[in-house]
């Protein structure tokens, strides 16, 4: 099956930093990146994804990057705040609607 | 409102006590799963669901039982839990095809086995 690394498992930033989130991929066969946010005690709603024909997405301060002959796909949030504060996931999901999540990374946001 | 919901929220119980955590979405998906959420793991799916009557295993199935009997119903079911399944379950369901492939989540269960 595929397996989804994610790096790194706790970011703090200034506000007003940007903040990166990096993950790769085994299987090439994966066509579909989606990333959640998790707050706390809710569950993870997806902010941003990208299918394998794409590049790059952007959607106001949040961006994905996707690089599929090196198999690694990056969230990119610019010009943070306070409530980008939360927990996000990483997930690759191919043909058969199997979804696979990475480990997560704690994201703080300091005032 | 568009939602997946999830009971209990919260469940304390001992080992060996059968359980069952509902999941019950109004969106008209056709696609369910159940994930399980553990510190450093990430979230794992446990089994889903493509359709009514049509079931299939995850990445981690041991311990546990689902049944899609109507569209919008996906219960995981503990025959004999053990401690080691004490985790943050979460339910989903999406659309099968099109292009959207968000999952939409249920706001979590909580299970301690003791």
């Known amino acids: 099956g595929e397996n989804v690394e994610q790096h790194p498992s706790t970011l703090s930033v200034q506000e007003g930093d940007s903040a990166v989130i990096k993950c790769t991929y085994s299987d090439s066969a994966s066509n579909y990146f989606p990333w959640y946010k998790q707050e706390l005690g809710k569950g993870p709603q997806l902010i941003i994804d990208?299918?394998?024909?794409?590049g790059e997405k952007k959607d106001q301060r949040i961006a994905v990057t996707l690089n599929k002959t090196a198999k690694h796909f990056s969230l990119h949030i610019t010009e943070t705040q306070p409530e980008d504060s939360a927990v996000y996931f990483c997930a690759a999901s191919y043909p058969g609607d199997q979804f696979y999540f990475g480990t997560g990374t704690s994201l703080t946001v300091i005032p | 409102e568009a939602q997946v919901t999830q009971n209990p929220r919260y469940l304390i119980t001992v080992t060996g006590k059968k359980l069952t955590v509902t999941c019950s979405q109004n969106?008209?998906?056709?696609?369910m799963s159940w994930y399980r959420q553990d510190p450093g793991l990430g979230l794992r799916q446990i089994y889903y669901s493509m359709n009514v009557e049509v079931t299939d295993k995850g990445d981690v199935p041991e311990g546990y039982k689902v049944s899609r009997k109507e569209k919008r119903n996906f219960p995981l079911i503990l025959e004999s839990p053990s401690p080691n399944q004490t985790s943050l379950y979460f339910c989903a369901s999406r659309p099968s095809g099109g292009l959207s492939g968000e999952l939409f989540f249920g706001e979590g269960s909580r299970l301690t086995v003791l």
């Open positions: 969106m008209n998906h056709e696609y």
């Open positions: 990208i299918r394998s024909n794409v």
